[in-house]
C-alpha cells in the first residue's frame, strides 16, 4: 500500500508505503485468554491465585506442592508454563530465560484530539500503535528494557512514555509536534514482562534430565537432541518472547502432539530449533558438562 493510499484509506499518515495485511487485527490479552478458556470448556480447571512452591516426582507422574509443602494437584503429564519464574521450578543449568520489560502508552481521548487524525488499522514498525478502542482510547508501544534484576517495578515511567511518543512521531511524522507536546508525566500505560531465551526462541518441548545428562557426559558428548534424557512427562511452554499471544496455540499443539506421539505440526527442523535441550546439546559438545559435576536435583521430591 502506497504512503498516499494508506493516508486516504486509514487516516494513516505514514512517511512510505507498506505492507497491508487486510486480515490483521488487534485484541486486548485477557480477551484472548477468555475465549481460549471458553473455547477448552470442561477440559480445563482454572485455578486463579494459586502460586506452586515446587514439583515433586513420584512413582506415577508429578505433584505440584504449595510453599506448606501440601499438594495442590498430581498428573502424570505437567506442562511448566510460568515463564521466567520456570527458572525457580526447574533450576536449569542449561536453559537462560531473560526478563524483558515491555510498557505501552495509553492516549486518552483529550490527548487524541491534540494529535488529530487518528488511523482505524495497526500501523507498525519500529513500535506500533493501535486504533481507538471501545473506550475511546488508543495504544503506543512499546519498549523493549532488560530487566534482568528483577525489578519487580511494573510502574510505567515517564522517560519511557516519551520514547513511545518519539515511536509515534516516527510512525506518523505529522503527528510528531502534537505527540512532543504532550507530557509525558500526564499519561499512563500499561507494563508486561517478556520472558526470553538466549536467542529468542521460545522454549517448547520435553524438559532434559540434566542430572542423567551430566551423569552420562562423556557418552553424551557428541550427542543430538534425540539422544538426550529427559525427565518423563514433564513439558516446557515458556520464554515466548514478543510473540506468546500468537505462537501459544502453536505451542501447545506441538507439545500435545509430542504428549501423544502423533505426528507434529512443525517440521522437525523447527522443532529441534526451540528444544528446551538445544543448550544442554552444545554445552555436551563444548565438553562443559562434566560427568563428575552432577548438579542438584533440578525438581526436587
Ligand atoms: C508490552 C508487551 C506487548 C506485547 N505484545 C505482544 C503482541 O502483540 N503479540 C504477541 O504475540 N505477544 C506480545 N507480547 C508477549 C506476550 O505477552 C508473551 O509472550 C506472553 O504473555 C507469554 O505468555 P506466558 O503464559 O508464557 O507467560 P506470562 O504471560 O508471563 O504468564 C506466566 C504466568 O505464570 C504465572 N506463574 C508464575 N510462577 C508461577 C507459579 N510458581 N505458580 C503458578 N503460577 C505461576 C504468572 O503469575 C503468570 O500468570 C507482548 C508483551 C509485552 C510485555
Known amino acids: 500500500m502506497s504512503a498516499e493510499e494508506a493516508a486516504a484509506r486509514h487516516g494513516a499518515p505514514v512517511p512510505h508505503g507498506g505492507l497491508w495485511f487486510g486480515q490483521g ?30 514439583l515433586a516426582r513420584v512413582a506415577d507422574g508429578w505433584q505440584a506442592l504449595d510453599a506448606a509443602g501440601t499438594v ?11 515463564a521466567y519464574e ?37 500501523v507498525t514498525g519500529t513500535g506500533y500503535l493501535l486504533p481507538r478502542a471501545a473506550d475511546g482510547t488508543a495504544r503506543v508501544g512499546s519498549s523493549y528494557e532488560p530487566d534482568p534484576q528483577d525489578s519487580g517495578a511494573l510502574d510505567a515511567r515517564p522517560a519511557v512514555h516519551a520514547e513511545n511518543l518519539a515511536r509515534l512521531g516516527a510512525l506518523l511524522p505529522a503527528l510528531a509536534g502534537s505527540a512532543a507536546g504532550l ?19 521460545p522454549l517448547i518441548g520435553r524438559v532434559p534430565d ?20 529427559r525427565l518423563p512427562g514433564l513439558y516446557a511452554a ?16 506441538l507439545l500435545a502432539c509430542q504428549i501423544e506421539g502423533e505426528p507434529l505440526p512443525l517440521e522437525l527442523d523447527l522443532a529441534e530449533a526451540i528444544d528446551p535441550a538445544r543448550l544442554l546439546v552444545r554445552a555436551l559438545r563444548q565438553g562443559t558438562v562434566a560427568s563428575g559435576d552432577v548438579p542438584a536435583e533440578p525438581v526436587p521430591g
Open 25 to 54: 487485527g488487534w485484541a486486548p490479552p485477557p480477551e484472548i485468554c477468555r475465549a481460549q478458556l471458553a473455547r477448552a470448556g470442561a477440559a480445563v480447571t482454572a485455578r486463579y491465585g494459586s502460586r506452586v512452591a515446587r
Open 238 to 253: 515458556l520464554a515466548y518472547g514478543s510473540r506468546g499471544l500468537t505462537w501459544a496455540a502453536l505451542g501447545a499443539e
Open 183 to 201: 507530557d509525558p508525566a500526564t499519561l499512563k500505560g500499561y507494563v508486561g514482562v517478556r520472558s526470553v531465551s538466549h536467542n529468542r526462541l
Open 86 to 122: 520456570a527458572l525457580r521450578l526447574l533450576a536449569p543449568r542449561h536453559m537462560t530465560i531473560d526478563r524483558v520489560r515491555g510498557q505501552l502508552t495509553t492516549l486518552e481521548p483529550a490527548a487524541l484530539a491534540r494529535l488529530g487524525e487518528w488511523p482505524d488499522c495497526v
Open 72 to 82: 495442590m494437584a498430581a498428573a502424570p503429564v505437567v506442562v511448566v508454563a510460568n
Open 210 to 229: 540434566e542430572v542423567q545428562a551430566a551423569r552420562d557426559a562423556a557418552a553424551l558428548s557428541g550427542a543430538r537432541l534425540r539422544d538426550i534424557p
